[in-house]
């Protein structure tokens, strides 16, 4: 009895753990489970010896994915290549931005905006992944000549393998130094600057050195003594004097330089003001002076107006009166011409009688 309720209680154990066990693994595994991810690909030129299956994919150091397959596009896609294909898995959401709604469509847009996938290492020599960034260059990756059957991302050197490019560049370009010919080169300028060192008289020139220190040191003894003789400071003391002397007159005129410099600026808004004031008055006088004008000149075109209608209707009796004025002149005329031969005639109705012509002869 005490045999089976053991062995009971132990199938009883094994039975919990397992169930446990099951439980525990349905509790923290559902996330990966239903976690929602979506494929892509994409093709290195360069080795990707570190990267794995189950190898991350980060975005600026953030897990976005793994690596599920590391092949080549013969494999896939019976396609002559020398690349290497890679298929990573993606969560739904990371390139979702605003309303966006399809995560396809959001990582379509984040290629085009210059998403690429480039390896990176953990370390010189560690374990690699898969890194994405945007870059600004508008490059489209490699060329692949086949459909691909996921969404294909653009794929970037590596800085190892930039690095490595650069470094064989450089050697490149070393082997193609002419290193002979600039050794020869260099051997030929060393022994035209021994030529023409040996042409040099060093001698003359240290004399001529020697000479150019002793007189250094002469003008030096010279400038020294000059600083320090009493004449030279009694010239110091005079200008300070002077200095002194100009100060205090600058300090003296200072007042009445301000003084003046108010005076002028009072001056000048006195001129500006009474400026102002003449032009006040003189645009009011202008205004009214032509005010009246044009009440003049409208007085006058009325008074032409009126002379025009006034002679317009009275033409007929101009005309008489003109004609009358005519008739009066030439009467006048006539009697002025009659005056003069008879004067008489202003007193008598009738001219005087003739005398015969011979009355006269006889007396």
Not at 117 to 123: A, C, E, I, T
């Amino acid at each position: 009895m005490n045999r089976n309720a053991n062995y009971f209680k132990l199938g009883l154990f094994v039975i919990i753990s397992f169930c446990l066990g099951v439980g525990f693994l349905i509790v923290f595994g559902a996330g990966a489970f239903l976690k929602k991810e979506m494929l892509a690909e994409t093709c290195f030129v360069e080795s990707v010896q570190g990267l794995d299956v189950g190898s991350e994919v980060k975005y600026k150091g953030v897990s976005i994915g793994t690596v599920k397959t590391i092949t080549t596009p013969a494999k896939v896609y019976n396609a002559t290549s020398t690349y290497v294909l890679v298929v990573f898995s993606l969560d739904e959401n990371v390139f979702v931005e605003g309303r966006e709604k399809d995560p396809e469509q959001a990582f379509v847009n984040a290629i085009e905006k210059g998403l690429k996938v480039y390896l990176s290492f953990k370390g010189l020599t560690g374990a690699a992944f898969l890194e994405t960034d945007y870059f600004p260059d508008k490059t489209s990756g490699l060329n692949i000549t086949w459909e691909p059957r996921h969404l294909y991302v653009p794929s970037r050197k590596s800085n190892i393998k930039r690095l490595g490019d650069a470094l064989n560049l450089i050697l490149e370009n070393l082997t193609e130094m002419n290193i002979v010919g600039i050794t020869t080169n260099l051997e030929e300028l060393l022994e035209t600057l021994n030529k023409k060192t040996a042409t040099f008289d060093l001698a003359g020139i240290s004399t001529q050195t020697s000479t150019l220190l002793a007189e250094i040191r002469q003008t030096n003894q010279q400038l020294s003594d000059t600083l320090g003789s009493p004449e030279f400071h009694k010239m110091i003391q005079d200008a300070q004097g002077s200095f002194a002397g100009i100060r205090d007159i600058v300090d003296k005129a200072g007042e009445p330089v301000n003084q003046t410099l108010k005076d002028l600026q009072h001056t000048a808004a006195n001129a500006r003001t009474l400026t102002r004031e003449l032009e006040t008055r003189t645009d009011t006088g202008l205004k009214q002076v032509s005010g009246q004008i044009d009440t003049l000149l409208e007085s006058l075109n009325t008074t032409v107006k009126m002379l025009e209608t006034l002679v317009w209707l009275n033409t007929d009796t101009v005309n008489r009166t003109i004609d009358n004025f005519e008739h009066t002149s030439e009467n006048l005329k006539q009697l002025s011409l009659e005056i003069k031969q008879y004067p008489g005639r202003l007193l008598m109705e009738r001219p005087p009688r003739k005398l015969p012509e011979d009355t006269f002869e006889k007396e």
